[in-house]
């Protein structure tokens, strides 16, 4: 909880600084669609892969609103996210010092059940140190290849728990192929 409500606080200081669109392609596409000629300068990156199906993006308003035009173009389907922050992007770089500062070294144990990381794509067995916590705040989400990596254990059973089931497509996409 301590960890939560530091990087919420933090990250405050980014609202309306941009935001984030999903969009209905795998990684690769997007990513050669991010290297358009009229993209250059503009900062949209991959902010998350969540199934070989969706690709979620982050940058300032109007280079996503660059980028969405392209997608328009291309008939490629797309939604802007209700929420005005680049999270998982370079745009949060100035946010990881003072997170990191005020959290501080963490006293953890490993964890006791599989925990798949969507920091690292991978089953993690060692502590969740403040280095990934800060990773956390910048880094792409690795939805997906957290999701084949658990499934690839063996595991077949994933449950969401959140107020709107935004995760089941990308489950149900990843465990498709």
């Given at each position: 909880?301590?960890?939560?409500?530091?990087?919420?606080?933090?990250?405050?200081?980014?609202?309306?600084?941009?935001?984030?669109?999903?969009?209905?392609?795998?990684?690769?596409?997007?990513?050669?669609?991010?290297?358009?000629?009229?993209?250059?300068?503009?900062?949209?990156?991959?902010?998350?892969?969540?199934?070989?199906?969706?690709?979620?993006?982050?940058?300032?308003?109007?280079?996503?609103?660059?980028?969405?035009?392209?997608?328009?173009?291309?008939?490629?389907?797309?939604?802007?996210?209700?929420?005005?922050?680049?999270?998982?992007?370079?745009?949060?770089?100035?946010?990881?010092?003072?997170?990191?500062?005020?959290?501080?070294?963490?006293?953890?144990?490993?964890?006791?059940?599989?925990?798949?990381?969507?920091?690292?794509?991978?089953k993690t067995d060692g502590p969740l140190t403040s280095d990934y916590w800060e990773k956390?705040?910048?880094?792409?989400?690795?939805?997906?290849?957290?999701?084949?990596?658990?499934?690839?254990?063996?595991?077949?059973?994933?449950?969401?728990?959140?107020?709107?089931?935004?995760?089941?497509?990308?489950?149900?996409?990843?465990?498709?192929?």
């Open positions: 909880v301590r960890i939560i409500r530091l990087r919420s606080k933090h990250q405050q200081s980014m609202q309306n600084a941009g935001g984030m669109t999903a969009v209905a392609a795998p990684r690769e596409e997007v990513e050669a669609l991010l290297a358009h000629p009229s993209l250059d300068g503009l900062e949209v990156v991959v902010s998350g892969e969540n199934s070989p199906r969706s690709t979620t993006v982050a940058g300032d308003a109007s280079a996503l609103a660059s980028f969405e035009s392209i997608l328009q173009e291309r008939s490629i389907g797309w939604k802007r996210l209700d929420l005005p922050y680049p999270f998982h992007s370079p745009s949060m770089d100035t946010v990881v010092p003072g997170f990191a500062e005020e959290l501080g070294e963490l006293f953890v144990s490993p964890p006791s059940l599989p925990f798949y990381s969507t920091v690292t794509g991978k956390n705040i910048r880094e792409p989400v690795l939805f997906r290849q957290a999701l084949e990596a658990a499934a690839g254990d063996g595991h077949r059973v994933f449950v969401e728990i959140g107020p709107h089931p935004v995760l089941t497509s990308h489950v149900l996409h990843t465990l498709q192929g």
